[in-house]
């Protein structure tokens, strides 16, 4: 009798200990699922989280969000007259001129550069069309070369995402600096680099840099 009393209290506790593990196993289970494998419900905030991580780790980058540079009052006057006049001069709808003026402005705080400069380069290369594409292949709206900037595309997340004006303005921009460093600040080869042209005969300097001129004179007036 004793015996099998015995053997009864430790089925009993290793019943016990058995569901006491389910217990702790079926929340880290649920924690496992993805938010798409649980219809009907929001996903798990933690998952979330964990999800946030990866995206940094595999190429998500922080410094492409352009709206994290805040744009002060005097930004603001000046998106309002550098806007109209693209508007006008190129026949760019209202909506877009601001968008494309708004992220010249952050990104040549971003990477200290006149914003009228970045915008010059996009009328030049694209009269600002969003989703222009050259014969060889340069894409978006400062017509960013995919082949030749590999590391800076992977960064956006892929060659598509040059269709987008925010990306697309962060990456040209980049290469631009980047360029006036290389020929110590000489404006016109920088330029030349950018184009492709560096090296050749090419007005192409000499139409940035006169629509450079002139929006740096409508941001003046405005």
Partial sequence: MEFTECVKERLTLTLKSGLLCAAFLVPVAALAQSPETIRGEEPNPIIAAINSDFGADFGADADADADAVELKPADQRKVTSLSNHIQSKYRVPEARAQRIVREAIRNGKRHDVDPELILAVIAVESTFKER???????????????????????????????????????????????????????????????????????????????????????????
Wanted: glycine share 14%; charged share 25%; hydrophobic share 35%.
């Fill in 132 to 222: 222009a594409v050259s014969r060889v292949g340069a894409r978006g709206l400062m017509q960013v070369m995919p082949g030749s900037h590999k590391g800076k595309i992977r960064k956006i997340g892929g060659t598509r995402e040059l269709f987008d004006p925010a990306k697309n303005i962060h990456t040209g921009s980049q290469i631009l600096v980047e360029y006036l460093e290389d020929h110590s600040g000489d404006l016109r080869r920088a330029l030349l680099n950018y184009n492709g042209s560096l090296g050749t005969r090419s007005s192409f300097p000499d139409k940035v840099i006169r629509i450079y001129r002139g929006l740096q004179r409508v941001t003046v007036e405005g």
